[in-house]
């Protein structure tokens, strides 16, 4: 859990804030759980850390400085009045104005599932909300049917959410995993609310998790898209898929439709964050879509487009995927590659124009791995903005109200959660930065502390001066950099700096010195630090702690947290959780890739009377188990959870973790067409495996299949012409001969096929043929039906098409100039569409094109009679007409010339 908030115990599958392990990682902890996480694994032990974090680096003229401390923020947002709503992943919605939180609008969290990435995590104020006073959050609601994301809209009263004024507007389908939700919801320029949803992390309908994930592919659901709606609920009609093979998926979040109604842009990995273009005239939108392992994207918002997730990850391929929609999905605007040790794309804002000099038409995107705050150009270009935000921010960003002007705010996870602001300060004096050390924090009296202030800097270079407050009474206690000051008292003391520039800006930090007291040691009794874990297995945990002041701590007073470790980086999992027991249910890797290299890492943190604590980790390892997948004969491809290997090959899984594998029907390196026969355990040929508690090998057993192809003598056919199939049976490269190979005919485009006769085996030219005649177009296949020891094969589909035929037009011999007469012909067989005649003349021994005319076509006994009346030429000599017929769906088709002489 996150939060005091009950967890559902649900399997956290696949990634972090969308993707694979630390690129996707809301890394949640406080600052005591992020300097426990770097401790060696367990058990280990960290006392009293102190929450700062250090300000970030920013370009010449700009200023970054810690506007409050929050747990876990999420989004802000503005009221007209300047307060500012924040988002807590936990569940609240704060109210912060004048300096300080001044309320909790909203505590959600008794509601909704916080645990992994989901909560509280989006907000938008209603444009006309001096009117509607309505705000709207998206969060991760704890139904009856599972942790489903969910729009809401809510009515404030004053600084307070009405109670019971909840109206639902859109609920996603349940998503097992806890990852991938998106969360973001802004307000259009036309009024309207834009809503990003994620690809649920797995596909509840069976497409697998992470890279084989493919959600966002299916129309007819929520995940993976941007939605649209107006703010009671309903569509817009201008929707780009409105229509009578759509529907409205705002309470179960699928239909039976082909598309759901509220869908404005598809194939989307996990916009995690969107950012509206204030400067725009009408509706303009970047998405940040979080990749998968290898590319990050941002993506013009575009009604009806689709970015190709799953198919491709920020404008490549996704080997994890077969499918690769080149034509028609559309590419970023921007990608970046994780090499550069960014891996995971969070928030986003465009620079209002006139606010920053040089910086109109500036998009701004952050990364929450490596900790920086990138700038796009008007022009492009791609600029650090921002470096040193730290490894967990920024979450979110949005330019706000600063006195008469506006700055950049933005939330971090960093030491535990901060909103921060950046600003322009131009040629002005900025304000210092103090930084404050201190060694030790608590012990026995007297305690003798050693105090540091030189870290402390000042943006224009300038000195500073330095005032210590060490006991809280207000009183400068030294104006040293360095000292060292002694307490005699046994309390908790909030020893202060205070940091002033030459031109008289201040800024101060704050730490607390525990004296006359020493942190509690905690104990995990279970489970064993030997323990390995099945996946999905019931583990409880268990502790205690003693202090040497406070003897033996209650169970309140022990706080547990579980961290998912994955290579270097982590992602949460479970807690805090209050108590000296709890129970996990043990995870699945986030994938075939994460099983090497991944544990769980069990925190548990105890806090004695006066709040000082100490917190210890254990590494909870699970059961490996190498599975052994093999083919007969050797060297086939099999596929194993999105992935594809040659067999045989081992792989590390974990006991009880599901393994998709697939034997799918492949060639050979002798180019023998190969098809599944049977599994070592019996199952079919695409299967999950429930990995063992021991190593094992499982083996696909191959059998060679024919392969049959066809071509046509003539793919365009005139009206009750011939064509003739040839077809060829392999078997590695020999064609098989005397095998009844049946002809099957298809009149409506493929959709229905009847069979259509035998194809003959010609043992001169070493193929089967058989000719057809074609009255109308239609698709042939020819299928192999002779051997029960193979399953029948199909060829590939020939298409055939039927020229329509025309007879030569009928005129009389001779024509008086200037005279009309009248034309006409046959057309075989009937056909709806248009016919015209093309008229050319003789001029100095060229025939040289005239005019035409459109004619009349009418049935006549099963043909077409086309008919041209009060044609007139102007000219005398040698004349010739044709006719031609085209119905859209037919090639166009000339008839016969006919001479005649105009007089």
Same mark, same amino acid.
């Given at each position: 859990?996150?939060?005091?908030?009950?967890?559902?115990?649900?399997?956290?599958?696949?990634?972090?804030?969308?993707?694979?392990?630390?690129?996707?990682?809301?890394?949640?902890?406080?600052?005591?759980?992020?300097?426990?996480?770097?401790?060696?694994?367990?058990?280990?032990?960290?006392?009293?850390?102190?929450?700062?974090?250090?300000?970030?680096?920013?370009?010449?003229?700009?200023?970054?400085?810690?506007?409050?401390?929050?747990?876990?923020?999420?989004?802000?947002?503005?009221?007209?009045?300047?307060?500012?709503?924040?988002?807590?992943?936990?569940?609240?919605?704060?109210?912060?104005?004048? #300096?300080?939180?001044?309320?909790?609008?909203?505590?959600?969290?008794?509601?909704?599932?916080?645990?992994?990435?989901?909560?509280?995590?989006?907000?938008?104020?209603?444009?006309?909300?001096?009117?509607?006073?309505?705000?709207?959050?998206?969060?991760?609601?704890?139904?009856?049917?599972?942790?489903?994301?969910?729009?809401?809209?809510?009515?404030?009263?004053?600084?307070?959410?009405?109670?019971?004024?909840?109206?639902?507007?859109?609920?996603?389908?349940?998503?097992?995993?806890?990852?991938?939700?998106?969360?973001?919801?802004?307000?259009?320029?036309?009024?309207?609310?834009?809503?990003?949803?994620?690809?649920?992390?797995?596909?509840?309908?069976?497409?697998?998790?992470?890279?084989?994930?493919?959600?966002?592919?299916?129309?007819?659901?929520?995940?993976?898209?941007?939605?649209?709606?107006?703010?009671?609920?309903?569509?817009?009609?201008?929707?780009?898929?409105?229509?009578?093979?759509?529907?409205?998926?705002?309470?179960?979040?699928?239909?039976?439709?082909?598309?759901?109604?509220?869908?404005?842009?598809?194939?989307?990995?996990?916009?995690?964050?969107?950012?509206?273009?204030?400067?725009?005239?009408?509706?303009?939108?970047?998405?940040?879509?979080?990749?998968?392992?290898? @590319?990050?994207?941002?993506?013009?918002?575009?009604?009806?487009?689709?970015?190709?997730?799953?198919?491709?990850?920020?404008?490549?391929?996704? &080997?994890?995927?077969?499918?690769?929609?080149?034509?028609?999905?559309?590419?970023?605007?921007?990608?970046?590659?994780?090499?550069?040790?960014?891996?995971?794309?969070?928030?986003?804002?465009?620079?209002?124009? #006139?606010?920053?000099?040089?910086?109109?038409?500036?998009?701004?995107?952050?990364?929450?791995?490596?900790?920086?705050?990138?700038?796009?150009?008007?022009?492009?270009?791609?600029? *650090?903005?921002?470096?040193?935000?730290?490894?967990?921010?920024?979450?979110?960003?949005?330019?706000?109200?600063?006195?008469?002007?506006?700055?950049?705010?933005?939330?971090?996870?960093?030491?535990?959660?901060?909103?921060?602001?950046?600003?322009?300060?131009?040629?002005?004096?900025?304000? &210092?930065?103090?930084?404050?050390?201190?060694?030790?924090?608590?012990?026995?009296?007297?305690?003798?502390?050693?105090?540091?202030?030189?870290?402390?800097?000042?943006?224009?270079?300038?000195?500073?001066?330095?005032?210590?407050?060490?006991?809280?009474?207000?009183?400068?206690?030294?104006?040293?950099?360095?000292?060292?000051?002694?307490?005699?008292?046994?309390?908790?003391?909030?020893?202060?700096?205070?940091?002033?520039?030459?031109?008289?800006?201040?800024?101060?930090?704050?730490?607390?010195?525990?004296?006359?007291?020493?942190?509690? *040691?905690?104990?995990?009794?279970?489970?064993?630090?030997?323990?390995?874990?099945?996946?999905?297995?019931?583990?409880?945990?268990?502790?205690?702690?003693?202090?040497?002041?406070?003897?033996?701590?209650?169970?309140?007073?022990?706080?547990?947290?579980?961290?998912?470790?994955?290579?270097?980086?982590?992602?949460?999992?479970?807690?805090?959780?209050?108590?000296?027991?709890?129970?996990?249910?043990?995870?699945?890797?986030?994938?075939?890739?994460?099983?090497?290299?991944?544990?769980?890492?069990?925190?548990?943190?105890?806090?004695?009377?006066?709040?000082?604590?100490?917190?210890?980790?254990?590494?909870?390892?699970?059961?490996?188990?190498?599975?052994?997948?093999?083919?007969?004969?050797?060297?086939?491809?099999?596929?194993?959870?999105?992935?594809?290997?040659?067999?045989?090959?081992?792989?590390?899984?974990?006991?009880?973790?599901?393994?998709?594998?697939?034997?799918?029907?492949?060639?050979?390196?002798?180019?023998?067409?190969?098809?599944?026969?049977?599994?070592?355990?019996?199952?079919?040929?695409?299967?999950?495996?429930?990995?063992?508690?021991?190593?094992?090998?499982?083996?696909?057993?191959?059998?060679?299949?024919?392969?049959?192809?066809?071509?046509?003598?003539?793919?365009?056919?005139?009206?009750?012409?011939?064509?003739?199939?040839?077809?060829?049976?392999?078997?590695?490269?020999?064609?098989?001969?005397?095998? *009844?190979?049946?002809?099957?005919?298809?009149?409506?485009?493929?959709?229905?096929?009847?069979?259509? #006769?035998?194809?003959?085996?010609?043992?001169?030219?070493?193929?089967?043929?058989?000719?057809?005649?074609?009255?109308?177009?239609?698709?042939?296949?020819?299928?192999?039906?002779?051997?029960?020891?193979?399953?029948?094969?199909?060829?590939?589909?020939?298409?055939?098409?039927?020229?329509?035929?025309?007879?030569?037009?009928?005129?009389?011999?001779?024509?008086?100039?200037?005279?009309?007469?009248?034309?006409?012909?046959?057309?075989?067989?009937?056909?709806?569409?248009?016919?015209?005649?093309?008229?050319?003349?003789?001029?100095?021994?060229? @025939?040289?094109?005239?005019?035409?005319?459109?004619?009349?076509?009418?049935?006549?006994?099963?043909?077409?009679?086309?008919?041209?009346?009060?044609?007139?030429?102007?000219?005398?000599?040698? @004349?010739?007409?044709?006719?031609?017929?085209?119905?859209?769906?037919?090639?166009?088709?000339?008839?016969?010339?006919?001479?005649?002489?105009?007089?």
């Amino acid at each position: 859990m996150i939060g005091a908030v009950r967890a559902r115990g649900r399997s956290e599958r696949c990634r972090g804030w969308g993707k694979r392990m630390y690129r996707r990682s809301i890394v949640w902890v406080l600052a005591l759980i992020l300097l426990a996480s770097s401790l060696p694994q367990g058990p280990a032990a960290q006392a009293a850390p102190q929450n700062t974090v250090t300000a970030a680096t920013v370009p010449g003229g700009f200023e970054d400085r810690k506007v409050a401390d929050v747990f876990l923020p999420t989004a802000l947002e503005w009221m007209p009045d300047g307060h500012m709503l924040v988002t807590t992943q936990p569940g609240q919605l704060k109210v912060y104005n004048g #300096g300080s939180f001044i309320t909790n609008a909203l505590d959600l969290s008794g509601r909704i599932c916080s645990n992994s990435e989901r909560g509280l995590l989006g907000i938008a104020v209603d444009p006309a909300y001096t009117t509607t006073k309505h705000v709207f959050l998206f969060y991760t609601a704890d139904t009856t049917s599972g942790c489903r994301n969910r729009v809401s809209r809510f009515t404030m009263s004053g600084n307070k959410v009405v109670s019971g004024s909840e109206r639902i507007l859109l609920t996603a389908d349940p998503a097992s995993a806890g990852n991938h939700n998106g969360g973001d919801i802004h307000f259009g320029k036309d009024g309207t609310l834009y809503v990003s949803l994620g690809d649920g992390g797995c596909d509840p309908y069976g497409g697998g998790c992470a890279g084989s994930n493919n959600a966002a592919r299916d129309r007819n659901s929520l995940f993976g898209k941007i939605l649209r709606i107006n703010k009671d609920g309903s569509v817009p009609g201008t929707n780009p898929y409105i229509g009578s093979n759509s529907a409205r998926c705002n309470v179960s979040g699928n239909t039976s439709a082909t598309w759901c109604k509220e869908t404005f842009a598809w194939g989307l990995r996990n916009p995690f964050r969107f950012a509206m273009d204030p400067n725009a005239t009408t509706t303009r939108f970047f998405i940040n879509d979080v990749g998968q392992n290898r @590319w990050e994207e941002v993506d013009s918002g575009v009604k009806g487009a689709d970015y190709g997730w799953s198919c491709r990850e920020g404008g490549y391929d996704n &080997p994890e995927q077969s499918c690769s929609p080149t034509s028609g999905a559309r590419g970023p605007i921007l990608n970046y590659s994780h090499d550069s040790g960014c891996a995971s794309i969070t928030g986003g804002a465009f620079v209002p124009n #006139g606010l920053w000099p040089g910086f109109n038409g500036s998009y701004l995107y952050a990364d929450y791995v490596c900790g920086k705050i990138f700038r796009r150009t008007a022009t492009g270009a791609i600029t *650090t903005f921002v470096s040193g935000l730290g490894s967990s921010s920024a979450v979110h960003m949005a330019f706000g109200p600063l006195g008469s002007g506006r700055a950049l705010y933005y939330t971090t996870y960093e030491g535990g959660g901060q909103i921060r602001r950046i600003r322009y300060a131009g040629t002005s004096n900025r304000a &210092p930065v103090a930084s404050l050390k201190a060694s030790p924090t608590y012990g026995r009296l007297p305690l003798a502390v050693g105090f540091d202030a030189s870290a402390s800097r000042d943006p224009e270079g300038g000195a500073l001066t330095y005032a210590w407050d060490f006991n809280g009474d207000g009183v400068v206690d030294s104006r040293s950099a360095k000292i060292s000051y002694t307490y005699r008292l046994s309390r908790n003391f909030a020893a202060k700096l205070t940091v002033r520039d030459v031109h008289g800006a201040v800024d101060s930090a704050t730490t607390t010195i525990y004296a006359g007291n020493t942190p509690p *040691t905690p104990k995990i009794t279970a489970p064993a630090a030997t323990k390995l874990f099945r996946v999905g297995e019931s583990i409880s945990l268990q502790g205690a702690a003693t202090d040497t002041q406070d003897g033996t701590l209650a169970g309140t007073r022990l706080t547990w947290r579980v961290i998912k470790v994955h290579a270097t980086h982590t992602h949460p999992f479970a807690g805090p959780t209050v108590g000296a027991r709890t129970t996990i249910t043990a995870p699945p890797p986030e994938d075939l890739a994460a099983t090497s290299n991944s544990y769980l890492r069990l925190q548990l943190t105890a806090t004695d009377a006066r709040g000082l604590s100490r917190t210890i980790t254990q590494r909870l390892n699970p059961r490996k188990v190498s599975i052994t997948l093999a083919t007969s004969p050797r060297g086939l491809r099999l596929g194993i959870n999105g992935r594809t290997i040659v067999a045989p090959a081992t792989v590390t899984s974990w006991q009880t973790y599901g393994l998709r594998v697939s034997a799918p029907p492949q060639y050979d390196s002798a180019g023998r067409y190969m098809v599944f026969s049977r599994w070592s355990d019996g199952r079919s040929a695409a299967h999950t495996i429930v990995t063992p508690a021991s190593a094992a090998t499982y083996m696909a057993t191959y059998k060679v299949q024919p392969t049959l192809t066809q071509s046509a003598s003539s793919t365009l056919v005139q009206y009750d012409g011939p064509t003739t199939l040839t077809g060829h049976l392999r078997s590695s490269t020999t064609t098989l001969a005397q095998r *009844t190979v049946t002809v099957w005919r298809s009149l409506d485009g493929g959709r229905t096929w009847l069979r259509d #006769g035998l194809a003959t085996y010609n043992a001169t030219r070493n193929r089967y043929t058989a000719t057809r005649r074609l009255t109308r177009n239609a698709h042939f296949q020819m299928r192999y039906d002779g051997n029960t020891t193979y399953a029948s094969d199909r060829s590939n589909v020939v298409s055939v098409l039927s020229k329509a035929s025309l007879t030569r037009p009928v005129t009389p011999d001779t024509v008086s100039r200037n005279v009309s007469f009248t034309t006409y012909g046959y057309l075989k067989p009937y056909h709806a569409g248009s016919t015209a005649l093309f008229f050319r003349r003789y001029v100095n021994g060229t @025939w040289t094109y005239y005019g035409a005319g459109k004619a009349t076509n009418t049935a006549f006994d099963g043909y077409t009679l086309y008919t041209l009346s009060g044609y007139s030429l102007p000219y005398a000599g040698s @004349w010739k007409v044709r006719a031609n017929h085209s119905d859209g769906s037919h090639a166009a088709t000339y008839g016969p010339w006919r001479y005649f002489t105009v007089k």
